[in-house]
C-alpha cells in the first residue's frame, strides 16, 4: 500500500515514470517459418537495433540447429553418430539436456531421434504415400533417447549409433523465441512478443495492460475459445491443423509417436502455456503423444505450465483444460 501511494507520488513528480514507448513490429524469415517481433521503446533507431540483433540471434540458432541444412552443427554430430563423443556449443547442448529431460519425464513421448521417422514420413507427405513398412522398421531401429549420450562436464554429446539423426522442429522454435527475448532485454526492452509460427513468448505487458492478447488456433467448426493475456510466459500450439497427410482417408498428423513410428491420427490441437518457450514448445508434443489423462499431470509438473486440448470425438469437438491453465477472455467486439 504504501510502496504504491510512493511509486504514485514518485510518478506524479518526474512526470511520468517511463519514457513514452512507442510499439514496433519486424517480420522475418528463420527456422522454416516467419519469426515476427512486436516490441515496445522510446523510438524507432533503439526499436530496430534490438529487432535486428534478436534476429542475428534466431539466425545463429538456426545455423547450430537446423535439419535441413548439412553444415549446421547438428547435422555435422549426427553425421559422427556411431562415433566417439563430440563436443558442441553450450546452445546445442542445453536443447539437448532439456530434449532428453523431456523423454525420461514421457517415457518417450517426446524423443528428438525420431529424425530418421520424420524424413520418411515428410516424403509420404510429398507422395501421399505411406512410408515403406521395411524403411520404416529400419529408421524406428535408429529411434531412442536412451542412444544420446549427455556429458554435462566435458560438454560432450555421444550418439550411440551409426545413422541416428536429431529432429529439433519440436523444441527449438520454443528455445529461439526465448533467446530472441533476452536479446531484446539486453537492450532494455521488457515490453515484447516474439512468435515464431505456433511458438510464442513474451516478456512484460504492453503498456498500460494486463499483457499479450493471444489468439488459439481453431480446429473447423470450432467455436473460438477467446484470448489468452498473458506476459512474461510461452504459448504453443501444436496439432494437425497445418501439417498433416492423408493417405487412403486417414489423416497423419506431423507428430510421430516415437515408440510406433506412426504419425498421429485423429485431429487434434494441443495449446501449452508455461514459463519458458522451450518447455511450451516441447510439451505440447508429450501431450499429443500421450493424450490428456496420462499428459495433464506431466505438464502440470513443470512450474507455472497448463494444458489445453482439443480433439475430436466421433462428430464434436471435445475440449480438455488442465488446472493451470490461464483464464481465457471473451473476444472484444
Ligand atoms: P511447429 O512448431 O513447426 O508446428 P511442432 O512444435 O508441432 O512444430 O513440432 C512438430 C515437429 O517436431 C515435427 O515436424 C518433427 O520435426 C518433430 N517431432 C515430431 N514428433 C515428435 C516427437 N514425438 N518428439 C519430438 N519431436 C517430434
Ligand atoms: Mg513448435
Same mark, same amino acid.
Given at each position: 500500500?504504501?510502496?504504491?501511494?510512493?511509486?504514485?507520488?514518485?510518478?506524479?513528480?518526474?512526470?511520468?515514470?517511463?519514457?513514452?514507448?512507442? #510499439?514496433?513490429?519486424?517480420?522475418?524469415?528463420?527456422?522454416?517459418?516467419?519469426? =515476427?517481433?512486436?516490441?515496445?521503446?522510446?523510438?524507432?533507431?533503439?526499436?530496430?537495433?534490438?529487432?535486428?540483433?534478436?534476429?542475428?540471434?534466431?539466425?545463429?540458432?538456426?545455423?547450430?540447429?537446423?535439419?535441413?541444412?548439412?553444415?549446421? @552443427?547438428?547435422?555435422?554430430?549426427?553425421?559422427?553418430?556411431?562415433?566417439?563423443?563430440?563436443?558442441?556449443?553450450?546452445?546445442?547442448?542445453?536443447?539437448?539436456?532439456?530434449?532428453?529431460?523431456?523423454? #525420461?519425464?514421457?517415457?518417450?513421448?517426446?524423443?528428438?531421434?525420431?529424425?530418421?521417422?520424420?524424413?520418411?514420413?515428410?516424403? /509420404?507427405?510429398? #507422395?501421399?504415400?505411406?512410408?515403406?513398412?521395411?524403411?520404416?522398421?529400419?529408421?524406428?531401429?535408429?529411434?531412442?533417447?536412451?542412444?544420446?549420450?549427455?556429458?554435462?562436464?566435458?560438454?560432450?554429446?555421444?550418439?550411440?549409433?551409426?545413422?541416428?539423426?536429431?529432429?529439433?522442429?519440436?523444441?527449438?522454435?520454443?528455445? /529461439?523465441?526465448?533467446? /530472441?527475448?533476452?536479446?531484446?532485454?539486453?537492450?532494455?526492452?521488457?515490453?515484447?512478443?516474439?512468435?515464431?509460427?505456433?511458438?510464442?513468448?513474451?516478456?512484460?505487458?504492453?503498456?498500460?495492460?494486463?499483457?499479450?492478447?493471444?489468439?488459439?488456433?481453431?480446429?473447423?467448426?470450432?467455436?473460438?475459445?477467446?484470448?489468452?493475456?498473458?506476459?512474461?510466459?510461452?504459448?504453443?500450439?501444436?496439432?494437425?491443423? @497445418?501439417?498433416?497427410?492423408?493417405?487412403?482417408?486417414?489423416?497423419?498428423?506431423?507428430?510421430?509417436?516415437?515408440?510406433?513410428?506412426?504419425?498421429?491420427?485423429? =485431429?487434434?490441437?494441443?495449446?501449452?502455456?508455461? #514459463?519458458?518457450?522451450?518447455?511450451?514448445?516441447?510439451?505440447?508434443?508429450?501431450? /499429443?503423444?500421450?493424450?490428456?489423462?496420462?499428459?495433464?499431470?506431466?505438464?502440470?509438473?513443470?512450474?507455472?505450465?497448463?494444458?489445453?486440448?482439443?480433439?475430436?470425438?466421433?462428430?464434436?469437438?471435445?475440449?480438455?483444460?488442465?488446472?493451470?491453465?490461464?483464464?481465457?477472455?471473451?473476444? @472484444?467486439?
Amino acid at each position: 500500500m504504501l510502496s504504491h501511494f510512493i511509486s504514485v507520488l514518485a510518478a506524479a513528480l518526474l512526470g511520468s515514470g517511463e519514457p513514452t514507448l512507442k #510499439r514496433y513490429e519486424f517480420t522475418e524469415p528463420h527456422m522454416g517459418t516467419r519469426f =515476427r517481433i512486436v516490441l515496445y521503446a522510446p523510438d524507432q533507431d533503439t526499436a530496430r537495433k534490438a529487432a535486428a540483433d534478436a534476429f542475428a540471434r534466431i539466425a545463429s540458432l538456426n545455423a547450430i540447429m537446423s535439419d535441413y541444412d548439412n553444415t549446421s @552443427e547438428l547435422m555435422r554430430l549426427c553425421a559422427q553418430a556411431g562415433g566417439p563423443p563430440v563436443p558442441v556449443s553450450a546452445e546445442l547442448f542445453f536443447v539437448l539436456s532439456k530434449a532428453q529431460e523431456v523423454s #525420461r519425464q514421457s517415457g518417450g513421448a517426446f524423443d528428438v531421434t525420431v529424425g530418421p521417422v520424420v524424413k520418411l514420413w515428410r516424403l /509420404a507427405r510429398k #507422395r501421399h504415400k505411406l512410408p515403406d513398412p521395411d524403411k520404416l522398421a529400419a529408421a524406428r531401429a535408429l529411434v531412442g533417447w536412451q542412444n544420446v549420450r549427455l556429458d554435462q562436464a566435458k560438454r560432450t554429446v555421444q550418439l550411440l549409433k551409426t545413422g541416428m539423426q536429431l529432429d529439433l522442429g519440436g523444441i527449438a522454435k520454443g528455445y /529461439a523465441a526465448d533467446e /530472441a527475448l533476452a536479446v531484446l532485454q539486453k537492450h532494455g526492452i521488457d515490453r515484447a512478443l516474439v512468435a515464431a509460427g505456433g511458438d510464442i513468448a513474451v516478456s512484460g505487458p504492453p503498456p498500460e495492460t494486463d499483457g499479450w492478447k493471444i489468439a488459439i488456433a481453431t480446429l473447423p467448426g470450432e467455436k473460438d475459445p477467446g484470448r489468452l493475456i498473458l506476459h512474461h510466459a510461452a504459448v504453443s500450439t501444436s496439432g494437425d491443423a @497445418e501439417q498433416f497427410v492423408e493417405i487412403d482417408g486417414k489423416r497423419y498428423s506431423h507428430i510421430i509417436d516415437p515408440r510406433t513410428g506412426i504419425g498421429l491420427l485423429g =485431429r487434434m490441437s494441443v495449446t501449452v502455456v508455461a #514459463r519458458r518457450g522451450i518447455d511450451a514448445d516441447s510439451l505440447t508434443k508429450v501431450v /499429443a503423444v500421450l493424450g490428456p489423462e496420462k499428459g495433464i499431470p506431466l505438464v502440470e509438473s513443470c512450474q507455472g505450465a497448463g494444458v489445453r486440448m482439443v480433439r475430436q470425438k466421433g462428430e464434436e469437438w471435445e475440449t480438455i483444460i488442465s488446472k493451470n491453465f490461464p483464464k481465457l477472455h471473451p473476444v @472484444e467486439k
